[in-house]
């Protein structure tokens, strides 16, 4: 298994950036495909991004071409780059990692997760 802490929330005005980082420790880092999901007061959880294997990723449609998820497997970190925020992207997000299920988009399917960092854009 595999444990994780995320980290990097904060308070930013809209059109900034902050970069998210999810330290892992436990069972080898790179057997796992990696995800990062949000949740706002009063809404369901939802998938953000994810990474796994040969490189590939997948974005949800509302944060394409602003957000970006990357990996250090020497540091056994993922991280998750955010740009031209807007309030719309106001949440908790979590960092979780799946064992079997690369790529999902789902949260039934992650196996670990972090604790979550709040993240608060202002108009």
């Known amino acids: 298994q595999v444990q994780l802490e995320d980290s990097g929330g904060g308070l930013v005005q809209a059109g900034g950036s902050l970069r998210l980082s999810c330290s892992a420790s436990?069972?080898?880092?790179?057997?796992?495909?990696m995800g990062w999901f949000r949740q706002a007061p009063g809404k369901e959880r939802e998938f953000v991004a994810a990474s796994w294997s040969g490189g590939r990723t997948h974005y949800a449609d509302s944060v394409k071409g602003r957000f970006t998820i990357s990996r250090d497997s020497t540091e056994n970190t993922v991280y998750l780059q955010m740009n031209s925020l807007n309030p719309e992207d106001t949440a908790v997000y979590y960092c979780a990692a799946s064992r079997r299920y690369y790529g999902s988009t789902v949260s039934y399917d992650y196996d670990s997760w972090g604790q979550g960092t709040q993240v608060t854009v202002s108009s």
């Open positions: 436990g069972r080898t880092f790179s057997s796992y495909a």
